[in-house]
C-alpha cells in the first residue's frame, strides 16, 4: 500500500528500554500529589493567564497542559483500580467518588476556557507535526458539545455506574459447600459433568435474578441522565451525542446498523451449524445453555495454567517468543506490581488494561479461574499493555490515548498473533489443537454478541422513555435474530429476559462496544499477514500501534497493512479465512 513507508516500524524499535520511573516533571512539581481541587487550581490558573506569543511557545504551553492531565488522569486511574480491586473497602469508594464528586466538575468548566484558548490561537497551522490536527480536531470537537449544566449530570452518572461494580462484585454462589463468586462458578459449565453444570448454570442465573429489579432501577436512572446530557448538549439522542463526544468522524450509525446485518447474514448460519455439531457430539436431545461451554467430545476442561504465578510466568515466555521486548513489558509490569489477576469475593467483574499517563507501564486487571478464557484475557489485555508502553513516550497524554477501535485492535490481534506459541501453555498436541480450535469458534461466536449489544444501545437510547416490558420484549427480538436456533431456553425465559445485565459496558461505558467488532475484523486481517509473512505482520501490528492516536482510524489500519472495513464481502472474506484455519487444526 501506498505511504506506508514513511510511518513503517523498524524493529530496532523493540529495543527500547522500557523505564520503571516516571520522566522528570518540567511544569509540575515533583513532589505534586493532586489531592484536593485546591492544590490543583493553580497549575489551571498558569495556564490560563501564560501568555503565548509564537508557535514554539504553543507548543511548550500543550506540553505543560498534557504534564499536568497526566498527572491528574493517574491518580484518578489509581483510585478506579484500587476500588475494583476491593468493592469492599470504604476508603477506596471514598477516594473515588471524592475524586468525582469534588474535583473532577471543577476542571471540566477550565478545560473549556483551555480548550477556547486553543481554538482561538493563530499558531496552529504553523504546527505541522503529525497528531496536532487530530488533536485540534478533537479539542473542537470537545468545545462544542461542553455544557455547564451537564457537569453535575455526569457526575451523578459516574457515581451511580460504579454501582454496577459493587452489585455484581457481591454476587456469590454455594458449590460443594463452597462459597465462589460467578466467575469462579462458570468454569463448572466446563465439566463433563451434565447435572454439575446445570446447578452451576441454574445458581449462577438465580444469583443474578435476584438483582435484576436493582440493576434494573439503576439502569433506568442512567439511561434517564444520559438522555439529558444530550438534550443539554442539542442532540435528538444519547446515541448522537454519544457518536460526536467519542470522536466517531470515521463512520456513522448507519455503518453500524449495516456491520449487524452483515454479521446476520454471514455469521448466524455458521452459528447455527456449530450448535448443530456440538449437540450431535454431545449426543443430546436439547441443547440447553448449559451446553455451550463443555467440550463437544466431552472431554475434561482445559486447563492452561495452575495459578496466577504461572499464568503471569507462561504469558512472559509467550510474548517474548514473539519478540523479547514484548516479554519484557509483561515482566515489567509484574515488577513493579501493576496485575492483579485472581478471583475473590468483593472484587468488581470483569478485566481491563487501565493505561497510567505518567509513568506509562499501565495496570491490568482481571478475575483468573484457570479457564482458556482467562488465557485469552490476559493475552488480550497484554496487547493493551504493549500498546500502551509503545506509545507512552509520545510527546502529549492525548497522542498516548488511542480511539478505541484501535485499543480493540492491538488486543484482539496479540490473542491471534501469539496462538502459535500457545504450546508453552499446552504441552499435549492434543490440548493445544483444542485450545486453537475453541477460540477461533469463539471469534466466530463474539461478532454475533459485538451486534447484539451494540444494537440493543442503539434502541434503548433511541427510545429512553421506554418501559422496563418494552426493554425486556426488545432484547429477546434483538438476541433471538443473533443467536443459533438449536439452544432450548424452556423454562428458563426469565433467566434469558435479564442477560444484558451481565454487560458491563452497558451501565459503565455506553456504546463502547462495537469498537470489539470493528477490531476483530482488523485482527483476523493481521493475523492473516502475520500467517504469511510473522516478521512482516508483527512488524506492521507495532507500526500501527507505535502511531497512538496521531493519526485517523483507516490510516492507523493501513499502517499495519489492514483495512478499515466492516462490509458484507470483507467479513466474509475474512470468515472463510477463519474457516480454513480452523480445518487446518
Known sequence: MTGLSTIRLKHEYLKMNISKERKKRTFIAEDFVPTTWENIEPYYTQLLEADINNAASFRSWLRNRSELESIISENAGWRYIKMTCDTTNEEHQK???????????????????????????????????????????????????????????????QNNSKEFGTISGAMTVFMDGQEMTLQQAATVLESTDRSKREEAYMKISSRR???????????????????????????????????????????????????????????????????????????????????????????????PFENTDDLIEKTIKCFSRLDPFLGECIQTMREIKHLDLDSRVGKAPGGYNYPLSEIGIPFIFMNATSTLRDLVTILHEGGHAVHSIVTKDLELVDFRHTPSEVAELASMSMELISMDHWNIFFENEAELKRAKKEHLEQIIQTLPWVAVIDKFQHWIYEHPNHLIEERKTKWNEILND???????????????????????????????????????LGALAIWKNFKENPKKGLEGYLAALKLGNTRSIPQIYRAADIEFNFSREYISELISFVKTELEKV
Open 482 to 520: 443473533f443467536s443459533d436456533s438449536e439452544t432450548d431456553w424452556t423454562g428458563l425465559e426469565k433467566y434469558k429476559d435479564y442477560i444484558w445485565q451481565k454487560q458491563l459496558h452497558l451501565f459503565e461505558v455506553p456504546f463502547y462496544y462495537i469498537e470489539y467488532g470493528f477490531a476483530q
Open 95 to 157: 477516594a473515588y467518588t471524592y475524586f468525582v464528586s469534588e474535583i473532577e466538575p471543577k476542571i471540566a468548566p477550565i478545560n473549556h476556557q483551555l480548550n477556547e484558548k486553543v481554538i482561538k490561537f493563530p499558531f496552529k497551522d504553523e504546527i505541522d507535526t503529525p497528531g496536532f490536527k487530530i488533536l485540534f480536531r478533537n479539542i473542537e470537537k470537545d468545545f462544542r458539545i461542553f455544557r455547564e449544566e451537564n457537569i453535575p449530570l455526569k457526575t451523578e452518572i
Open 209 to 303: 435474578f435476584e438483582d435484576k429489579d436493582k440493576l434494573d432501577k439503576l439502569f433506568n436512572k442512567l439511561v434517564g441522565l444520559r438522555h439529558q446530557v444530550a438534550r443539554n448538549a442539542g442532540f435528538t439522542n444519547f446515541r448522537d451525542y454519544m457518536f460526536t463526544a467519542m470522536g466517531r468522524f470515521d463512520y456513522r450509525p448507519k455503518d453500524c446498523f449495516d456491520f449487524h446485518a452483515s454479521v446476520r447474514q454471514e455469521i448466524v448460519p455458521i452459528l447455527n451449524q456449530l450448535a448443530r455439531d456440538r449437540k450431535s457430539k454431545l449426543q443430546l436431545a436439547e441443547l440447553k445453555p448449559w451446553d455451550k461451554a463443555v467440550d463437544p467430545t466431552n472431554k475434561s476442561p482445559l486447563v
